[in-house]
């Protein structure tokens, strides 16, 4: 691991003195909170309707884990392994998750680690390795990679959320056809399907998919889609000619399901922590409108991001801290700088890894957010918090934000005004987490 120690800094900006912070208002934003309560026995159900259980005995079937945040994903893994092992298979998981973990075995295992997944908790052997084989050249010379314990199984199970991208738009964006071609692709492969351009992917990703699946021993996929409130809404299990066609399916309720916030046009936002279980790009642009690339332009509008650290479940990988126009001290001590590089290195997304101005506390941020937005009244700054761009029910605003959400029957207020809250350090009070 590569950490900076930045030093404290202190620079005058005109009439920063007079910046006033805003009064906050805690709300709970409602979304459809339908769930399955039993993800278990809702995914031993559909486990049971597959009809190509009998030819997987003495099989050994390589079961892909990913980098993204799933709820349960313990649970779900387990119970797969635990159903292939019922009849008669020899399972065992490969993380698979491209670049991410600094593209190095111990940090993919240390990832999936993180989320519970260990040999212990899962009763199978997990192979990792950052070694591929080639699958096949498109016309277009697109490489077609695999892991190569997956290439030298008799079967794959593809596991994977299906979500909204945060780079591009397409038929198919982050999902089971994307771990075929990105996640299970590992490093190498990652990195060469990077530098074609996300501007490519929506056409690629695709076509990859499909001819992996007519050359590989795809034995079925699992498709997970969560709520707006970072809960499990479906939980799928496809034939393998079933999984294009349903992850496309999946993509838009998912899309449906995505949280947004319920107000516009504001001047600072701040985002308490980053990370990749959050997003491929720390934040969702789709939530934030806060993107490299084209597409996410009319989405939410904030003058100013300000993005005050990691989440636990990044292991320090900071991409797309770039995205920021402020942060704290504290924050860019935090960040793994090498593991950060490799993955922006990989998605050629370097812009993701810029450092942002920072200051020595969130206080000291948030007021230079403030002072730096245009044309606005700074008495009545537009201000909202919110924990990271997946948990988006309680959150807090400014009171002049506070007419936009009014009336609504979707939005609850849950507090008085009350004075920005910092510590004798000058940084906010984590009550999400307490909340949590």
């Given at each position: 691991?590569?950490?900076?120690?930045?030093?404290?800094?202190?620079?005058?900006?005109?009439?920063?003195?007079?910046?006033?912070?805003?009064?906050?208002?805690?709300?709970?934003?409602?979304?459809?909170?339908?769930?399955?309560?039993?993800?278990?026995?809702?995914?031993?159900?559909?486990?049971?309707?597959?009809?190509?259980?009998?030819?997987?005995?003495g099989?050994?079937?390589?079961?892909?884990?990913?980098?993204?945040?799933?709820?349960?994903?313990?649970?779900?893994?387990?119970?797969?392994?635990?159903?292939?092992?019922?009849?008669?298979?020899?399972?065992?998981?490969?993380?698979?998750?491209?670049?991410?973990g600094?593209?190095?075995?111990?940090?993919?295992?240390?990832?999936?680690?993180?989320?519970?997944?260990?040999?212990?908790?899962?009763?199978?052997?997990?192979?990792?390795?950052?070694?591929?084989?080639?699958?096949?050249?498109?016309?277009?010379?697109?490489?077609?990679?695999?892991?190569?314990?997956?290439?030298?199984?008799?079967?794959?199970?593809?596991?994977?959320?299906?979500?909204?991208?945060?780079?591009?738009?397409?038929?198919?964006?982050?999902?089971?056809?994307?771990?075929?071609?990105?996640?299970?692709?590992?490093?190498?492969?990652?990195?060469?399907?990077?530098?074609?351009?996300?501007?490519?992917f929506?056409?690629?990703?695709?076509?990859?998919?499909?001819?992996?699946?007519?050359?590989?021993?795809?034995?079925?996929?699992?498709?997970?889609?969560?709520?707006?409130?970072d809960?499990?809404?479906?939980?799928?299990?496809m034939?393998?000619?079933?999984?294009?066609?349903?992850?496309?399916?999946?993509?838009?309720?998912?899309?449906?399901?995505?949280?947004k916030?319920?107000?516009?046009?504001?001047?600072?936002?701040?985002?308490?922590?980053i990370?990749?279980?959050?997003?491929?790009?720390?934040?969702?642009?789709?939530?934030?409108?806060?993107?490299f690339?084209?597409?996410?332009?009319?989405?939410?509008?904030?003058?100013?991001?300000?993005?005050?650290?990691?989440?636990?479940?990044t292991?320090?990988?900071?991409?797309?801290?770039?995205?920021?126009?402020?942060?704290?001290?504290?924050?860019?001590?935090?960040?793994?700088?090498?593991?950060?590089?490799?993955?922006?290195?990989?998605?050629?997304?370097?812009?993701?890894?810029?450092?942002?101005?920072?200051?020595?506390?969130?206080?000291?941020?948030?007021?230079?957010?403030?002072?730096?937005?245009?044309?606005?009244?700074?008495?009545?700054?537009?201000?909202?918090?919110?924990?990271?761009?997946?948990?988006?029910?309680?959150?807090?605003?400014?009171?002049?934000?506070l007419?936009?959400?009014?009336?609504?029957?979707?939005?609850?207020?849950?507090?008085?005004?009350?004075?920005?809250?910092?510590?004798?350090?000058?940084?906010?009070i984590?009550?999400?987490?307490?909340?949590?």
């Amino acid at each position: 691991m590569k950490f900076i120690e930045f030093p404290e800094m202190s620079f005058r900006v005109e009439n920063m003195e007079n910046i006033k912070l805003p009064k906050m208002v805690r709300i709970r934003q409602k979304y459809p909170n339908d769930k399955i309560d039993d993800i278990k026995g809702a995914l031993i159900t559909e486990l049971d309707k597959l009809g190509n259980k009998a030819q997987l005995k003495g099989k050994r079937i390589a079961i892909t884990a990913g980098s993204r945040g799933i709820p349960h994903i313990d649970l779900i893994t387990r119970t797969v392994c635990d159903k292939l092992k019922e009849w008669g298979a020899e399972p065992f998981i490969i993380p698979a998750m491209g670049s991410h973990g600094g593209g190095t075995v111990e940090g993919q295992l240390e990832v999936i680690n993180g989320y519970g997944i260990t040999e212990e908790a899962m009763g199978v052997p997990i192979l990792a390795t950052m070694d591929v084989e080639l699958v096949g050249e498109m016309p277009d010379g697109t490489l077609i990679y695999c892991d190569k314990y997956a290439y030298e199984a008799d079967g794959i199970v593809l596991l994977n959320k299906v979500k909204p991208h945060t780079d591009f738009k397409g038929e198919h964006e982050s999902g089971l056809l994307k771990m075929i071609a990105i996640g299970i692709a590992k490093h190498k492969g990652a990195s060469w399907f990077h530098m074609q351009g996300f501007d490519t992917f929506a056409e690629r990703i695709p076509i990859v998919a499909k001819e992996f699946l007519a050359k590989m021993n795809v034995v079925f996929g699992v498709g997970v889609v969560q709520n707006a409130y970072d809960e499990i809404s479906e939980l799928e299990v496809m034939e393998k000619d079933k999984i294009v066609e349903r992850d496309h399916e999946l993509l838009q309720i998912a899309k449906k399901r995505l949280a947004k916030l319920k107000f516009d046009n504001i001047d600072v936002l701040v985002v308490d922590k980053i990370g990749k279980n959050i997003s491929g790009e720390g934040e969702d642009p789709n939530v934030t409108g806060r993107s490299f690339m084209p597409g996410f332009e009319d989405g939410f509008h904030t003058q100013k991001l300000f993005i005050r650290g990691l989440t636990e479940e990044t292991h320090h990988n900071a991409c797309g801290l770039g995205m920021a126009d402020i942060t704290t001290r504290r924050c860019l001590n935090s960040v793994d700088w090498e593991s950060t590089w490799i993955n922006l290195g990989t998605n050629t997304m370097i812009d993701g890894g810029k450092i942002p101005v920072y200051l020595n506390n969130d206080k000291e941020a948030l007021a230079l957010a403030i002072r730096t937005c245009r044309k606005i009244d700074y008495n009545k700054a537009r201000v909202a918090r919110i924990p990271d761009t997946l948990h988006l029910d309680e959150i807090e605003i400014s009171e002049s934000l506070l007419p936009d959400v009014l009336g609504r029957d979707d939005v609850e207020i849950i507090s008085e005004p009350y004075d920005f809250p910092f510590d004798e350090e000058g940084f906010m009070i984590d009550w999400f987490e307490e909340k949590k």
